[in-house]
């Protein structure tokens, strides 16, 4: 008689098999999908080509190129759909892994195959929303006059490429579920998805009675955080809740009129330009080395000291971020060079790696940033005023995280011997080395406060510049440059997915009108600025416990914003206080991004990494503390530049 036993395993051993061949033949869009990605990339540089050429021809001549505004624009779309897909094959777009991190293999491959399922479901519902708002529409471009349709159907395909791959990687995951769990417990982690959806289409479609748009507001941030949780992509969680609330709330016609254009519109805005321009900046001074020679010239004049080679990696991280603009370039690159180089001499691993990973944060405070960008739009402020803003916070900052490294090295000397003291000559040979990123910083922020550009052309301008000038010193290589490319378009896909979840969710949220009468409630309870503000700080430490910074900036800078005008205060001293208050999230265990990355660029245990972070979180609150007591550090140049 034959064994069941044996039959159920013979059976699951076909039916992964099965599976994998089905995941296999999808994954042979990989392949175009990559090939997409590159002509993107091509398009990317042709427009900063293009924004060089206007503000040159602008400049020397008075005259510009018609029309580069809408170009940019309908180039940005280009570049942002032709790499989404392949983001995801490389499994680029953002997740929290609270969860699945924690699961056991086979919990965590049924968790995969239930979100898996969703975001295939949640994409395509992106591709069928773009695709009638190209089908409704029949606009053009106000100067040349370019129809926006195949634009609109080009983001439809980029979507529906999408799909495809987290379908692929859904077969991979039953594949595997099924090895590990059966095909039996594999059918109800889809069954139960298939429930989770039907459920989210009947809330979408039928109005609870006498449910008011604040409830339903409670609801849909509560879905989303549940959502995050379970592991579902964070760009996809912030669509999902949008759509299925502002369903609720307007009908499907309304919420997929809205998803589309929103999805469309935010890849396609002259705004978010800038974000583009300085990721490409920010990896070009990557691979052209220019990092090295920064940190280099810190440790002639800082090794020396006690605890010398960890200050001068501030004072490195800090002036790399005045060129790189975003948290975890600048620890990245500063991780290659100074950490072995520590090492090497001795340095205490948790006091090597902690500063590492922790002042990779200055350079959102130091200008050009891409987290003022994401505020200064949202927030409707001067980008370019927030950039001048967050100069001396930047540098309160590194100070202040130089304290933290000076403290620990007096409490216990030996975790950072001395080192020999570098020759004045050597010490001034070193001071060339900083001159690239110094004529890089001089050409950005000196042309936007020049006025030869804007702080939107700065960014095509900037990466240009250092295009230019990497070439010229002979540190570009054609393989460090498609390296470059490559980067900047899964970080820039990554980054542009998210903000488009994040600008549906945003309608949603003002459909709800909560973030309205959250401030109108604090303004009618008289209760004293401070307390509030203190209040805005606590939510931003608990909630940066749990979210990247990225999705936390984007959820809660619509609410707090309405409540900071409420107050009277300064939107760009705010705006300060946000990113030191969004950068710290990158850094507060146990889920900052920053630790986990040099986690596994250092090969240390994730104990050593929180116990490494607490001092910088620590030195973080206090540059906070100073930023909220004196607001002029914020707003003098600011208000000095406009004078």
Known sequence: MENPRTTVSAQGTGLPVRLDR????????????????????????????????DVFLRYMFGSS??????????????????????????????????????????????????????????????AWTTFQYGMKTSSVTLVLRIPLEPFIYFASFGFCLLAVALLAQLFESMAASVRLNGAGKTLLALLAAVAGVLCMWYVATHRVPGLSSIKVGVAGLTLLFILFFLGVPVAFALIATGLIFIAQLKGIPASFGTTGKALYATAGSYSWAPLMFFMLMGYLCFYARFGEDIYNCARRWMGHMRGGLAMGSVVACALFGAVVGDVLSGSIAMAAIALPEMRKNMYDDALAVGTLACSGTIGCLIPPSTTFIIYGVLAQQSIGDLFIAGIIPGIVC?????????????????????????????????????????????????????????????????????????????????????????????????????????????????????????????????????????????????LGCFLPSMPLLLICVPIFVPIAKVFGWDLVWFGVIIVILDNMASITPPFGINLFVMKEVAAVSLGTMYRSAIPFVAALLACLFIIIAFPPLSTLLPALMKG
Not at 35 to 53: E, I, K, N, P, Q
Not at 474 to 486: G, W
């Open 22 to 53: 089905i995941a296999n033949m999808l994954r042979l869009t990989e392949k175009p999908a990559s090939f997409l990605s590159a002509a993107g990339m091509g398009m990317f540089m042709l427009m900063v080509l293009l924004t060089f050429a």
């Open 65 to 126: 190129i018609p029309g580069t505004t809408e170009l940019t624009e309908l180039l940005m779309v280009i570049v942002v759909f032709s790499s989404i897909a392949i983001t995801q094959w490389q499994k680029s777009h953002v997740t929290m892994d609270i969860l699945t991190s924690r699961l056991r293999e086979p919990s965590r491959v049924l968790l995969e195959v239930v979100t898996g399922l969703w975001s295939v479901i949640i994409v395509l519902f992106c």
């Open 398 to 542: 590194m100070f202040c995280f130089m304290l933290a490294v000076w403290f620990k090295v007096v409490k216990n000397p030996s975790l950072a011997p001395r080192l020999p003291r570098a020759s004045t000559a050597e010490r001034i040979v070193s001071l060339k080395s900083g001159l690239p990123i110094m004529l890089i910083f001089i050409l950005v922020i000196g042309g936007i406060y020049g006025g030869v550009f804007t702080a939107t052309e700065g960014g095509g301008i900037g990466a240009c510049g250092t295009l230019l000038l990497a070439l010229f010193m002979r540190r570009l290589s054609l393989k460090a440059f498609i390296s470059t490319l490559k980067d900047s378009a899964k970080y820039i896909s990554m980054c542009f997915t998210v903000l488009c979840g994040a600008i549906v969710l945003s309608y949603f949220m003002a459909m709800t009108r909560i973030p309205m009468v959250l401030a109108n409630t604090i303004a009618g309870m008289e209760l004293p600025g401070m307390v509030v503000m203190f209040a805005i700080v606590l939510v931003f430490l608990v």
